[in-house]
Nanobody, 118 residues
């Protein structure tokens, strides 16, 4: 259904781009990015509507992360700039039920690990 790619180990201040490839049947669903740091609850990061026309971000990543969507490739991207050690987490993409930015996805993909060293 969904699969996240692109994680890795980077230094603080670096950039990294994650990709989420989703199945065609989710083409009309809003897609979210969440993350879970070691020992912490999973938290919302960003979300975009089915055509990428609307998006929302967690306060902690505003101005540093950008979510975008390529419907021709069934892919949602998360461009992460100026990474900080506190961004270290497993990042998941997930689909909402319908085209709503509710931060309550119903279908989850496997995550990809992002590690930011200081």
């Amino acid at each position: 259904q969904l699969q996240a790619f692109g994680g890795g180990l980077v230094q603080a201040g670096a950039s990294l781009s994650l990709s989420c490839i989703y199945s065609r049947r989710l083409s009309n669903n809003a897609i979210d990015w969440f993350r879970q740091a070691p020992g912490k609850e999973r938290e919302f990061v960003a979300a975009t509507t089915f055509n990428g026309g609307d998006s929302m971000y967690a306060e902690s990543v505003k101005g540093r992360f950008t979510i975008s969507r390529d419907r021709t490739q069934n892919t949602v991207y998360l461009q992460m700039n100026n990474l900080k050690p506190e961004d270290t987490a497993v990042y998941y993409c997930a689909a909402e039920q319908g085209n709503f930015l509710r931060r309550r996805p119903v279908t989850w993909g496997q995550g990809t690990l992002v590690t930011v060293s200081s």
